[in-house]
Structure formats: C-alpha cells, structure tokens
C-alpha cells in the first residue's frame, strides 16, 4: 500500500499523534510519503518517509495542481490522508484527490472541539464553514479520532456548537488513541490501527480504485453469469485473457463492487463458468464502512407501478402488447426514474439486459408504447450503453441504439453513482 499525507502546518515540526515514530511505523508496513508547504518546518517523518514540498502562497490560491499532479503520477497512492483542520489548502487536496479517484481519510486533532470553532468564529470560522470545512468533512471516506471525546465533537459538528443535528455530517469515524496520551496502546499499535483503517476504507470505496480493465472484467463476468446458455465465445479475446491473469486485489475490488451494486451471484456465477480459480471472500467480515449511497436493489416485480408504468399496461392492451413488452417497458420507466433520484444500482441494468436479452416480446407493441410514454429516446440511449458495456448484440435490440449528448449524460451519471 501507498499512503500519501498532506501535513499544512507544523510548529517546529511537531505534530500531535503524527510523531517520527509514528511515521516510522507506518513506513514498515506500507510506502509513505509526505506534501507539505515550501516555507516552514518540516514535519519530522524519519528518513524513510519520502517528503515532497509545495508551495503555500500558491496553495492558498488554489494553485499547485500541476505539482500535485506530478506527485501523484509518481507515487500513485492508495489513500490520500490529510492531517489537520481550518486550512483551504486541504480542501483543494481532497478536491484534486476525488478526481483522481483516491479515497480520502481527515484527522481533525481537536480541530473541530468545540473551543477551536468559537475562535473568531464570526470572521472566520463561520465563513470557513459554509465555504468549504463542511463539504471536507462530510466527504471524506474515513475520519481519525484520536479519542473518544474527539468522536464526540465530530459527530456533533454543525454550524455552531450549540446546534445539534439529528444526523452527523460524517460517520464514518475509526477512533486510534494517542500513543502519547494514554497507556491504552502503543506507537506500533496506533499505526496497526492506522494500518487497518486505511485497509477499511479502500474496501468500503473499491469503485475508487477500479481500473477500466476491471471495470470490464466485471461486465464480462456478469454478462456470463446472466447467460442462460454458453456465451463466454462472445467476450472479446483480450478480455478473456486479462479475466485468466487477473490478481486476486482486483478479484477483491470486482467482488466487494458487485455486492454494491447487487450482482455479486452473477459475477460469481460467472467465474465459476468461465473456471476462474478465485479465493472466495466473505463481504459480512470485511468491517466495511456503510455505503453513503443508498441505492434501490427490489426486484423489478417488487417495484410499485409508476403513473408511466400504469399507462404502459393501458396501452398493452391497445397496440397488442404482451407481457413481456410491458415488463421491459416499465423496466426502462424506473430505470430512468432512479437514475434521476441516484438510487439506480447495476443489479436493474442487468435485469434489463436479461428481459431485452433473453425475453421475447412484441418488440413493435413495445416501441409503440415507449413512443407514447416519450422514453424512446431514453430507452435507445439504455440500448447503447447495454451495447458498449454487456456487448448486447443489435439482433436483441428492440431499438435502434442512439449515441448523443443524451447518452453521454448517461454514462456521467453511471460514473457518478459508480456503477460503471
């Protein structure tokens, strides 16, 4: 593992928790290196820390992404980590980092108790707040407490520390006592802890860490899980072959992915039948942190009939439309549904797919009805995505595809809600 920490300020090159000994440790279990400002002292990290230097004028500006670019391509971290609060330069960090899709943990120390936020806390904290320490804390995929009281204030963080929110702005808290603090543990415990954080938090994003090779893998593999028939013939011979010398860390991605999106039983349908040797891996003990994104996973026939998809049965019985065709079309209705509200997840894609695949419907009927409910366009857009992503062949398409601006927004909102 990689870890990359961005250290804003020290003073003397102290840091609470964040000892030499600290970094020490963690530089024995993983590969460590360190950003920090140009000007000032820097944070005492032991020579087996790598220490990379930017400058502060320029990050206060919200400059520095060419350097921070550079850093990133050479190191090509797992886990970005910030230490520290109340710095906009941290903010820009966690910003550059979700482009390049690595997950971000924050340590607070004590920056958010409740005697740090009063602190010229209408000149300052306040407008900190609204501009950007809320949207830092709230969107980083784990946060450092170094103590129970520390948890307390981050889950009580709001506005202003009289104000208590039924729902905190960040839960995903992993409490690592101070070392130096209490007798508790020790530094090599902290950084174990650390250690097992970090582990946590890649296993609860593994869409972050995806490459495209995998993210195909995985279609591959729930297109053969689906198949009702041999159709492994039909994935192209490249892919096959990366399936064959694919590691067991992104086996572990694709899987714990799967499981997300609901079709972990057909991507491991879809190993057993195209005999990959993959260790098995049991998602209830992998102490993952609860998905942020709650996405609908019911069962097409589980899902209530839409105002669309009541029309669609009226219409059925004017323009000779089976059962098929109404299924496929109110299909399409709540996909386009959920996917405006982000609750699609991949698990009615591939339903769709099956119906579209493997159905037999009354395909003029359902064009006709789809015309009526204005979703031709969305359904043709659904076809060419099926058609990129689950080599959905034209011969099974009950409509022409169409590839436009319409369907790139698509694909922005499958990337968006990591689906694919």
Not at 28 to 37: I, K
Not at 70 to 93: K, M, N, Q
Not at 294 to 302: Q, V
Request: a positive charge; one cysteine or more; hydrophobic letters at 40%.
């Amino acid at each position: 593992m990689k870890v990359l920490y961005f250290i804003p300020r020290t003073k003397g090159g102290n840091l609470p928790f964040f000892t030499k000994e600290f970094f020490d440790g963690i530089a024995g279990m993983a590969e460590v290196h360190v950003m920090t400002p140009r000007h000032g002292d820097a944070p005492q990290t032991g020579s087996s820390v790598v220490v990379h230097r930017l400058s502060a004028y320029r990050m206060m500006i919200g400059r520095n992404k060419k350097r921070f670019n550079r850093i990133v391509g050479e190191v090509g971290p797992d886990i970005i980590h910030i230490v520290g609060s109340w710095d906009i330069t941290a903010y820009y960090i966690y910003r550059w980092a979700e482009k390049y899709r690595i997950p971000v943990v924050l340590s607070p120390l004590k920056g958010l108790a409740p005697w740090n936020v009063l602190r010229s806390y209408w000149l300052r904290r306040l407008p900190q707040l609204l501009l950007y320490q809320k949207s830092l804390l709230s969107g980083a995929h784990g946060v450092h407490a170094a103590g129970r009281q520390e948890q307390s204030f981050i889950l009580d963080a709001a506005l202003h520390p009289s104000l208590h929110r039924q729902k905190p702005w960040n839960s995903r808290i992993a409490v690592i006592e101070d070392p130096v603090l209490t007798d508790a543990t020790d530094v090599a415990g902290a950084a174990a802890a650390m250690m097992r954080l970090y582990a946590k938090v890649l296993d609860s994003n593994p869409f972050m860490r995806m490459t495209e090779e995998e993210v195909t893998a995985e279609s591959a593999l729930l297109r053969v899980g689906m198949s009702q028939d041999s159709i492994s013939a039909d994935i192209p011979r490249e892919t096959r072959q990366r399936l064959m010398q694919m590691s067991d860390a992104a086996w572990r991605r694709i899987l714990l992915h799967a499981t997300d999106e609901g079709i972990a039983d057909m991507v491991t349908r879809g190993a057993l039948a195209m005999q990959l040797k993959r260790k098995s891996i049991v998602i209830e003990s992998t102490g993952r942190f609860e998905n942020t994104r709650h996405s609908d996973k019911r069962r097409p026939e589980d899902i209530p009939a839409t105002a669309k998809g009541r029309k669609a049965e009226r219409l059925a019985g004017r323009y000779g439309g089976d059962d098929a065709a109404v299924r496929i079309c109110k299909m399409i209705v709540d996909v386009a549904q959920m996917m405006k509200g982000g609750t699609l997840c991949r698990r009615h894609l591939a339903d769709l797919y099956a119906a579209v695949r493997f159905g037999n419907c009354n395909e003029r009927a359902l064009r006709l009805m789809l015309r009526r409910l204005r979703m031709s366009k969305t359904a043709a857009r659904l076809m060419q995505i099926m058609g990129e992503t689950l080599w959905l062949e034209p011969g099974f398409m009950p409509l022409e595809p169409l590839d436009d601006k319409g369907t790139d927004d698509i694909r922005k909102t499958l990337f968006n809600l990591k689906i694919q």
